[in-house]
Every structure is written in C-alpha cells, then in structure tokens.
C-alpha cells in the first residue's frame, strides 16, 4: 500500500509544556510562521497552530500545536489540555536555572494525566543567551537521558533547532503509534464526545 494517499493521513496533537516565559509561543510562532518577536506572548495566546509534513517515510502528517493561554504562571495546566496531546515539549530557559529545576514538576503533571507512555522532546530554549547561561548543555542532556527524551537546544531569536524538535517528536510520535493511523482514533473519540453531548 502506498504511504502517500489520503488513508494515511495523520493528525498529531503536540502541546507545549514548561514554566510561563520560557519561550513556549514563541517556539510554536517560530514553527509555523517562521517568526520571532520580542513581545511576552502570555496574553496574545492562540488555540491551536496547524503545519502539514511529510514524514521520513513520505507520510503526510498534520501537526496540531496547540498553546497554552497561560496558565502555567499558576504552575497548573488544565488535565484536558494535557489529556488531548499525542506527544509533549517540554521546555525550559538555559539562561533561568529555576525553570530546569521545575522540569520535574511538570513531569509529575504529565504522568498523571497520560502514564509515562507518551513521546517527550526535552528543550533548551533560548540557546543564544550564551553570556547568560545558567543551565549547561551537559545537564540538559543528562536529565533527557535519564528520562528516555530526546533532547535539543533552541533558539527562536536565531532560528536554531526550532524546526528540528518539532519534526523529531513527530517522527516519535509515529514510530511510537506503531505507524498506525492516528486521525482514526482521534475521530473515534470526537464522535464519542459528541454522542455523549446527547446532540439531537
Ligand atoms: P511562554 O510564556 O513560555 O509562552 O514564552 P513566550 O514565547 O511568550 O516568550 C517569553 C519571552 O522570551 C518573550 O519576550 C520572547 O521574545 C522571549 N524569547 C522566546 N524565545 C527566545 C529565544 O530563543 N531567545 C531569546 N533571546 N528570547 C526568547
Ligand atoms: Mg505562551
């Protein structure tokens, strides 16, 4: 069967997790629209990004980001914006030690909702403050390696690695489903959702 028709479509919910001003919106922004800017974002937020890929194997995947509306500054995310992802960000500023110190916290947050089975991409973001580095690479790559993540560092100002952690999780994403078919499932229970609403 030929990976390119339109059964194999897929749709993967990414999200985007860590403390308020690592640089989560602008990782997304930075993805999709090939931007960057300098304003805090925690208030500007948006629903949900979208981007169609071919994956590795010609696949043709929809990512769906979707982002938060801020409320990680009560370091706290609703359990259904977690509950809804395929695979997770999960970012911290290299320049801000205490938002590396959290990584762990919002790691519990995540187990809770989905287990330890979804795709985590750890990221250091920010990577061009290098003056004010406070979180080495070595450190980030050892708590991604005690954690089975992949890890990356970033940069939004200068356009380093943004596409690449993307497309890394993805690619999880996918090898972990079994390189099933994700916009089924996920179809399946949107109209279970629905019924439940009891709609006419
Ligand atoms: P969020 O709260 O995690 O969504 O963070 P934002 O995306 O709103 O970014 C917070 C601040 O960090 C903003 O002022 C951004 O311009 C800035 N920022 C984001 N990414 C980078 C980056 O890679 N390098 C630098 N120098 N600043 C960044
Ligand atoms: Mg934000």
Redesign the pocket.
């Known amino acids: 069967m030929s990976k390119n028709n339109n059964q194999n479509k897929l749709d993967i919910k990414i999200i985007t997790i ?1 403390d ?7 990782l997304i922004i930075n993805y999709i629209d090939n931007k960057f ?6 208030t500007i937020g948006f629903d949900l990004k979208a981007k169609q890929i071919n994956l590795k194997d010609g696949t043709e995947a929809k990512i769906m980001i979707y982002d938060t509306a801020g409320q990680e500054r009560f370091k706290s995310l609703a359990a259904n914006y977690i509950k809804k992802a395929n695979g997770i960000l999960l ?1 911290y500023d290299i320049a801000d030690k205490t938002t590396f110190g959290n990584i762990g916290m919002w790691m519990k947050s995540i187990t809770q909702e989905k287990g330890d089975k979804l795709p985590i991409v750890l990221v250091g ?2 990577a ?2 290098t003056e004010e580095r406070e979180v080495s690479s070595e450190e980030g790559k050892k708590l991604a390696e005690e954690n089975g993540f992949h890890f990356f560092e ?4 200068n356009d380093i690695n943004v596409n690449e952690c993307f497309v890394d999780l993805a690619e999880l994403v996918y090898e972990k489903s079994g390189k099933k078919i994700i916009q089924n499932s996920n179809k399946k229970l949107e109209n279970a959702s629905n019924k439940k609403k009891g709609c006419c």
């Open positions: 860590g308020s001003h690592v640089g989560k919106s602008s800017s300098n304003v805090y974002m925690s970012v973001n920010k061009d403050l970033t940069s939004c100002k």
